[in-house]
């Protein structure tokens, strides 16, 4: 998720003043704008004055006010995070001063990777992408009166008549959830719902029951042919949306810890290659351009071998996070192994995908990661695009843009290779 950092600063209080020359560095190298204060009243006015996106508060904190005093006051004046960086403490003292207005630890020493992950988490929660909900119902009236309700609560809804074009729809629309009409002409809600449940792909979607059955024991077989929940038509407006909220919610908590790599919360390798999969099957039906690229990381090893894997760990997160800057969401970037990235580029031709990849590459050169020994280190990566040619399958797409990968890094690295 990317901000304009020029709108949010990051404030830190700590007297230390190499401690804050450690921390400010750390996030200018991320593009972010910190400034530090050594006196309490100072970092009041600052809030007043400008709202930051995060406040860090040392341990040791400042001589003009007690902590005690100080953090229900910062609480006040300021809605985000409240981080306050220490070293380990017992869980008792942590219980106070989260009483106190603490939101967030982070453990000294100061690593910009985990205040990073922490600001990106936060601002997802705050902008959260549109629910799609996929609305099954052979009554227009109905299916009209549901999605008037999900749409004014900001959710993204399709509707469909005919349950027999659900499956086709979901591949195209990938709905969060399915309201589920129960009886219709052509087949009853729960036969389709146990038709879903056979598919992996669409086994883990929440499917909630809108009918106006209202026996008991018929609704709990309905549930237990694959639905989540059951709802009774013409019921509350604000049931439909708080259990249709709550029911994607979940599914996307769990969806990505399925489907994301933990290291850098890109997709992993499985689920890269079902939406691969997914975008050439598109592709090939709609009848438009679409690109993949390999990324690969310039000399990985020799990072590992002569910094340790901690810091290769941080060079990969890093580019991570600016692939997830660059497509918000990052449902469309995932980490192919080890150093290797892939990133798919659905309605874009070869060129394009290449203008993009290479503004990441120059982008990513002029990173500077720091080592453990405070040593600043500049790195490069070599890619490789491919474009779907007619017949080509995702294999055949993989192998193409892996292959121009591998002509960018025998030309010198530092490039981005064009399939021939």
Same mark, same amino acid.
């Given at each position: 998720m990317s901000f304009d950092v020029s709108v949010a600063p990051i404030y830190l209080l700590c007297r230390n003043a190499a401690y804050v020359e450690t921390i400010v560095g750390q996030l200018s190298m991320y593009g972010l704008r910190a400034t530090a204060f050594a006196r309490a009243a100072?970092?009041?006015? $600052?809030?007043?004055? =400008?709202? @930051? +996106? &995060?406040? #860090?508060?040392?341990?040791?904190?400042?001589?003009?006010?007690?902590?005690?005093?100080?953090?229900?006051?910062? $609480?006040?004046?300021? =809605?985000? @995070? +409240? &981080?306050? #960086?220490?070293l380990p403490m017992a869980a008792q003292e942590q219980i106070e001063l989260a009483r106190a207005g603490v939101t967030d630890f982070l453990p000294k020493p100061f690593d910009g990777h985990r205040l990073i992950d922490q600001i990106d988490r936060m601002l997802e929660a705050r902008s959260p992408q549109p629910a799609r909900v996929l609305i099954v119902d052979d009554s227009e009236t109905l299916a009209h009166w549901a999605s008037n309700v999900l749409t004014m609560a900001g959710m993204r809804v399709r509707s469909v008549k005919n349950p027999l074009k659900v499956p086709q729809l979901i591949a195209l629309e990938k709905p969060e959830l399915i309201l589920l009409d129960m009886y219709m002409p052509e087949c009853t809600g729960d036969e389709l719902a146990r038709v879903l449940r056979q598919n992996p792909a669409?086994?883990?979607?929440?499917?909630?029951?809108?009918?106006?059955?209202?026996?008991?024991?018929?609704?709990?077989?309905?549930?237990?042919?694959?639905?989540?929940?059951?709802?009774?038509?013409?019921?509350?407006?604000?049931?439909?949306?708080?259990?249709?909220?709550?029911?994607?919610?979940?599914?996307?908590?769990?969806?990505?810890?399925?489907?994301?790599?933990?290291?850098?919360?890109?997709?992993?390798h499985t689920h890269l290659i079902e939406r691969l999969l997914q975008e050439v099957a598109r592709a090939h039906e709609t009848i438009h351009p679409l690109s993949f690229a390999m990324i690969d990381i310039d000399h990985f090893k020799s990072v590992n071998d002569r910094y340790g894997h901690a810091v290769g760990d941080r060079v990969i997160k890093s580019l991570a996070r600016q692939l997830r800057q660059a497509f918000p969401g990052a449902d469309l970037v995932g980490r192919y192994g080890g150093e290797e990235f892939s990133i798919i580029f659905p309605n874009t031709s070869?060129?394009?995908?290449?203008?993009?990849?290479?503004?990441?590459?120059?982008?990513?050169?002029?990173?500077?990661?720091?080592?453990?020994?405070?040593?600043?280190?500049?790195?490069?990566?070599?890619?490789?695009?491919?474009?779907?040619?007619?017949?080509?399958?995702?294999?055949?797409?993989?192998?193409?843009?892996?292959?121009?990968?591998?002509?960018?890094?025998?030309?010198?690295?530092?490039?981005?290779?064009l399939a021939r």
């Amino acid at each position: 998720m990317s901000f304009d950092v020029s709108v949010a600063p990051i404030y830190l209080l700590c007297r230390n003043a190499a401690y804050v020359e450690t921390i400010v560095g750390q996030l200018s190298m991320y593009g972010l704008r910190a400034t530090a204060f050594a006196r309490a009243a100072a970092l009041l006015a $600052a809030i007043h004055g =400008e709202a @930051p +996106l &995060v406040v #860090l508060v040392d341990e040791a904190a400042c001589d003009d006010m007690a902590l005690p005093q100080l953090l229900p006051m910062i $609480a006040r004046l300021h =809605e985000g @995070p +409240l &981080v306050y #960086l220490s070293l380990p403490m017992a869980a008792q003292e942590q219980i106070e001063l989260a009483r106190a207005g603490v939101t967030d630890f982070l453990p000294k020493p100061f690593d910009g990777h985990r205040l990073i992950d922490q600001i990106d988490r936060m601002l997802e929660a705050r902008s959260p992408q549109p629910a799609r909900v996929l609305i099954v119902d052979d009554s227009e009236t109905l299916a009209h009166w549901a999605s008037n309700v999900l749409t004014m609560a900001g959710m993204r809804v399709r509707s469909v008549k005919n349950p027999l074009k659900v499956p086709q729809l979901i591949a195209l629309e990938k709905p969060e959830l399915i309201l589920l009409d129960m009886y219709m002409p052509e087949c009853t809600g729960d036969e389709l719902a146990r038709v879903l449940r056979q598919n992996p792909a669409f086994d883990g979607i929440p499917i909630v029951f809108l009918s106006s059955e209202t026996q008991r024991g018929r609704q709990l077989t309905a549930r237990r042919m694959g639905g989540d929940d059951f709802l009774v038509k013409n019921n509350d407006p604000d049931e439909l949306i708080d259990i249709v909220a709550m029911m994607v919610d979940r599914y996307r908590r769990l969806r990505e810890l399925m489907s994301r790599d933990s290291l850098t919360r890109l997709l992993n390798h499985t689920h890269l290659i079902e939406r691969l999969l997914q975008e050439v099957a598109r592709a090939h039906e709609t009848i438009h351009p679409l690109s993949f690229a390999m990324i690969d990381i310039d000399h990985f090893k020799s990072v590992n071998d002569r910094y340790g894997h901690a810091v290769g760990d941080r060079v990969i997160k890093s580019l991570a996070r600016q692939l997830r800057q660059a497509f918000p969401g990052a449902d469309l970037v995932g980490r192919y192994g080890g150093e290797e990235f892939s990133i798919i580029f659905p309605n874009t031709s070869l060129l394009r995908a290449a203008q993009q990849v290479d503004e990441l590459r120059l982008g990513f050169g002029e990173f500077r990661h720091l080592c453990s020994n405070g040593e600043p280190l500049a790195l490069s990566f070599s890619a490789g695009v491919a474009q779907l040619g007619n017949g080509m399958q995702a294999e055949q797409l993989i192998e193409t843009a892996d292959a121009a990968l591998y002509q960018a890094k025998a030309a010198g690295r530092n490039q981005v290779g064009l399939a021939r």
